[in-house]
């Protein structure tokens, strides 16, 4: 164990998909979500196979035990990836991020639905409060509060919070097969399959041949995006889940960050507002279920799979 190096490669990992959702949103305004699901998908494969060649698990790490569970991942899990990107074309990038923090919360309410998991009062409170936080943040976009919404915002609003719901199921199903699969076979399948379901929406929304500027935006996004992947499942080898979950928030700070420097948007009132209830909503889910030992560790693992 060496909690620094996994803090900081979690740090990596963080500011790296951070990075690679600007590239993303730097390329929405010419290319369609399912052809950066593509690009993103296939240009993370070379990343993976050279981690998995130097980890020694090349062949042991694409094997299967549950094909099955696996098709259902790749399903959902390309289409969450397909409405985060639709969301990014459509709104600022410290919003889109925020309402994305809704996942780990639904994921909680799911678990009890669905899974027969015992969430006491703290836990069902904090995530009220994280889902009026993520409320907050998307009242002015699809609302008359502030005058006539802009339909494009509203759209991009309620898609950020479709992908949400999506990245919460994929997490809940992901806790399942962390039980037969591998790390390394997740990763690995999951990029195969956002792969090919890139492809499948060509006659859907057809693509369209890319400057060479917004190809390179789209290579790196899926290079970046690999190199994001693995720092994210190597940081597990290093420090417990339960250590790391909190520094997941970081996005934050990059976000506001890169979407000032990069895009001009300027955080509002009611995003930093809504921001902090979620954010403090999240770790303090994330410091009882340490506090309680309800498997944290390998529950935190399969949820950033």
Not at 98 to 124: S, T
Not at 157 to 170: D, N, P, Q, S, Y
Not at 178 to 200: D, N, Q, R
């Amino acid at each position: 164990m060496d909690p620094f190096r996994g803090i900081a490669l979690k740090l990596g990992s963080v500011m790296c998909f951070v990075v690679m959702a600007a590239l993303i949103k730097a390329a929405s305004d010419e290319v369609p979500p399912g052809e950066a699901v593509f690009f993103r998908s296939f240009f993370a494969l070379p990343v993976i196979f050279i981690w998995l060649a130097r980890r020694g698990e090349f062949r042991t790490g694409l094997k299967v035990r549950s094909p099955m569970g696996h098709v259902w991942r790749g399903m959902i899990g390309a289409s969450a990836m397909f409405l985060n990107f639709f969301a990014l074309a459509l709104l600022p990038l410290p919003e889109a991020t925020v309402i994305g923090y809704a996942a780990p919360l639904l994921l909680v309410i799911f678990a009890a639905m669905f899974a027969g998991e015992d969430v006491r009062l703290f836990r069902f409170s904090a995530v009220f409060a994280g889902l009026v936080g993520v409320v907050i943040v998307m009242m002015p976009r699809i609302t008359v509060f502030n005058g006539a919404p802009d339909p494009r915002e509203q759209l991009g609003a309620m898609v950020a919070l479709g992908g949400a719901c999506l990245a919460a199921i994929v997490q809940l199903h992901v806790r399942n097969m962390v039980k037969t699969e591998s790390t390394t076979s997740i990763v690995f399948w999951f990029s195969m399959s956002c792969t090919v379901a890139g492809l499948l929406t060509i006659p859907f929304t057809p693509w369209v041949l890319p400057s060479m500027e917004v190809a390179l935006y789209l290579i790196l996004g899926g290079l970046i995006g690999g190199v994001a992947q693995v720092f994210l499942t190597s940081c597990y080898r290093y420090a417990d889940a339960s250590l790391l979950a909190p520094f997941d928030y970081a996005s934050m700070i990059f976000a506001l960050v890169i979407g000032y420097v990069v895009f001009g948007d300027t955080p509002t009132i009611p995003m930093l507002i809504g921001a902090l209830i979620v954010i403090s909503a999240g770790v303090a889910i994330i410091l009882r279920e340490r506090a309680l030992g309800l498997s944290a560790s390998r529950r935190k693992k399969a949820d950033a799979l």
